[in-house]
Structures are given as C-alpha cells and as structure tokens.
C-alpha cells in the first residue's frame, strides 16, 4: 500500500454513572448554580463511583470503539492513552487497558499532555499510519479528575469531571482522515495550572461530600489553576491555532462543517468562535452535562456526535485543545 493517513473508524465512550450537579455542589462548597451556569456553562459533571479507575474507564471506551470499527482486541497493533490521571505511575493505563480488553498482540504507552493528550496520541498514530497503514491502533482519552480536585476549592471544584473517550484508527490511501494537524507546547507557562505527580491510588477515596468536610486532601495532591490567565491563552492560542493552521491549509472556516474542541468552558469557547467569526451552531458542546474531562473531553464529544448522526460521510471537522504544560494543537479531519 503507498503512504496515507490515520482514518477513524470507531468510536466509543463511557461515562461514570453518577451526576453531580451544580445544586449538589452548592452543599459542598460556597458557591452558586447560578455562577457555575454563567461562569462556564456547565450544569453538571460525572464523577467516578467508589474504586472506579481510569483504566477501568477508558477499558470501557474502547470497547464501544472496537464494536463500532468491527475490530476485534487481538487486531490491535498499538494502544496510545492521554491522560493525566492514570490510577498508577507504572504501569501505563494503557498497558492496563491492554490487559483488560486482551488486546495482546499490541504495545501500548500514555502520553501526558493534558487536556491535549487525546491530540496528541492521535497525531502519534497518525504518523505511525502513515508508513504502516495495515495497523489498527486505538487512543483513548480518559481521566478520574474527581480525585485529584480539591472539594473545598471552588474556584477548580466546580470546572470537573471523570469520563473516557476512544477511537479505533487505521491507514486511509483516500481523502479521507487526518488531513493536516499542528501541536504546540510552551512550558514556560507550566505554573499556570498544574499538578503534581500522584496517582490516584494515593490520593482520598472519591467521596466529594467526605473530601471536604475532612479537607483531606494531601498538599499538592490537587489542581493548582491561575482560572483568567488560562482562560486568556486558550482563547488567544487556540484561535491563533486555527487562523494558523487554516491559512497554511488553503481552506476557509466557511468550509468547515463542525469543530469538536475540547471542553473547557463554554465563555472560552464562545469567545473562540467569536475571534474566528463561527458561527456557534459549529461548535460541538457537551460541557453543560460533563463538565471539563480533560484529555477525555474531546473524544466523548466526538463520539456523541457520531452516535446522534452529526457527522457525516465526507464532513470537514476542526479538533481544538488546549491544556496544562501549556499544551494546544488542531487538527483538520475529512470523516
Ligand atoms: C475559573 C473561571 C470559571 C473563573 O471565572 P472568572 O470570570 O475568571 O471569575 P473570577 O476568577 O474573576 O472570580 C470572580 C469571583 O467569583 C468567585 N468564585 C470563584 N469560583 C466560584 C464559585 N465556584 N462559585 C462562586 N464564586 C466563585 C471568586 O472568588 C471571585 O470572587 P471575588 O471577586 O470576591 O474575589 C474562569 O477563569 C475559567 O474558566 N478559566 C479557565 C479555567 C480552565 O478552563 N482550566 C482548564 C483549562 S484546560
């Protein structure tokens, strides 16, 4: 076969059961249904249920993925996961997620990026596929933020939740696929948001009402946010991202048919496809029920849109993420 690119050919997601909403949260902390509704747009978010682990998650996901795609375990060549909270050091989550779907002939690794870490494992198939387009390779995007969020904090308690996302990929010689892609890291910023190295494992139980009336929380176990200046360089770098990315391409935002960017916060995204001038009917959304799920914001948003029929055959799609590091990337997709 000559050199292609990766293509999508399923998707899946989970998410946990429980709904923790914004009145709930009103019980928890000094805050507002009203503030948390204006402030970012989200309603509610799933939290993992007790014992409940992010390899256990993205397992899940990936399962729907391989269904859809018709791809059975054994098939898969490579497994890729973006997460930020995988329930151990080592091994990988996706080492797990190997484990537990039996996927033996595969390798599998995770990639820390954030919020971007679904971007970016998939770009690491991408060019995998390009020299080798037989491959079947699955990324997942999973997190358990529920257990790294300090409850008594409301500045960050309220911005997060637990859920995973994945795709099966392999090699297209068509027009269909990753048709162009641009990541982007500016460490410096690293301060901004951040935290710090410790696996869920060792982190409190997930009982938010129990985390913060004990405030059990060990130092530095939680997310530490500078909310306005991440806020700022999200809209600044994700549009920069796009006009960048689009100029280089040839192809126009009129072209575009839907964004599917990673879920922050709906201001952050209104202000995005303002500064391009997009019309918000293209911008996917589903921060109002899941809240922000970090790297598994985005594949969860891509797979509700291929479920309820959004997206069509030949479709031109806009990725868009941003994330701690800093992070951020775009990706310009032919479904
Ligand atoms: C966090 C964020 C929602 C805060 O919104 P904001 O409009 O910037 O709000 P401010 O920080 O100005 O806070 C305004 C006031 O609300 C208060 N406040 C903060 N969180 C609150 C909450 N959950 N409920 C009620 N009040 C709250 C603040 O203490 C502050 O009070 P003060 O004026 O008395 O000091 C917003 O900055 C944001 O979304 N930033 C990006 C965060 C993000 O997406 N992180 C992940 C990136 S991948």
């Known amino acids: 076969m000559t050199a292609g690119r990766g293509t999508i050919i399923g998707t899946g997601s989970y998410l946990p059961e429980r709904i923790l909403t914004n009145r709930d949260l009103?019980?928890?902390?000094?805050?507002?249904?009203?503030?948390?509704?204006?402030?970012?747009?989200?309603?509610?978010?799933?939290?993992?249920?007790?014992?409940?682990?992010?390899?256990?998650?993205?397992?899940?996901?990936?399962?729907e993925a391989l269904a859809m795609a018709g791809v059975t375990a054994a098939q898969l060549d490579m497994i890729i996961v973006?997460?930020?909270?995988?329930?151990?050091?080592?091994?990988?989550?996706?080492?797990?997620?190997?484990?537990?779907?039996?996927a033996e002939n595969a390798f599998a690794f995770d990639v820390s990026a954030a919020c971007s870490g679904f971007v970016y494992a998939l770009e690491i198939a991408d060019r995998y596929l390009k020299n080798a387009p037989e491959m079947k390779i699955l990324v997942i995007g999973a997190?358990?933020?529920?257990?790294?969020?300090?409850?008594?904090?409301?500045?960050?308690?309220?911005?997060?939740?637990?859920?995973?996302?994945?795709?099966?990929?392999?090699?297209?010689?068509?027009e269909e696929g990753l048709l162009a892609s641009q990541l982007y890291s500016d460490g410096r910023l690293w301060q901004l948001?951040?935290?710090?190295?410790?696996?869920?494992?060792?982190?409190?139980?997930?009982?938010?009402?129990?985390?913060?009336?004990?405030?059990?929380?060990?130092?530095?176990?939680?997310?530490?946010?500078?909310?306005?200046d991440v806020f700022k360089h999200a809209v600044r770098e994700m549009g920069d991202a796009v006009v960048n990315l689009l100029d280089r391409e040839g192809v126009s935002l009129d072209d575009i048919d839907l964004v599917v960017p990673h879920q922050a916060n709906i201001r952050i995204l209104k202000s995005l496809a303002e500064r391009l001038d997009l019309s918000f009917k293209k911008v996917y959304t589903t921060i109002q029920k899941y809240g922000n799920s970090s790297a598994a914001s985005l594949p969860v948003a891509l797979d509700e849109a291929n479920r309820e029929g959004r997206l069509q055959k030949g479709d031109l799609l806009l990725f868009s993420v941003f994330g701690g590091g800093f992070t951020w990337g775009v990706m310009l997709w032919r479904w």
């Open 26 to 63: 009103e019980q928890v902390v000094n805050t507002s249904d009203e503030w948390i509704k204006t402030r970012t747009g989200i309603r509610s978010r799933r939290i993992a249920g007790a014992g409940e682990v992010t390899s256990q998650m993205a397992s899940r996901a990936a399962v």
């Open 82 to 102: 973006g997460t930020i909270t995988a329930e151990m050091v080592m091994p990988s989550c996706a080492c797990l997620v190997q484990k537990e779907i039996g």
């Open 143 to 174: 997190e358990t933020l529920s257990a790294r969020v300090d409850w008594q904090d409301r500045n960050t308690c309220v911005l997060f939740g637990d859920g995973a996302g994945a795709c099966v990929l392999t090699g297209s010689t068509t």
């Open 193 to 228: 948001l951040s935290l710090d190295a410790r696996p869920r494992r060792y982190c409190p139980a997930v009982d938010y009402g129990v985390a913060a009336a004990q405030n059990n929380m060990p130092e530095g176990a939680a997310f530490s946010m500078a909310g306005k």
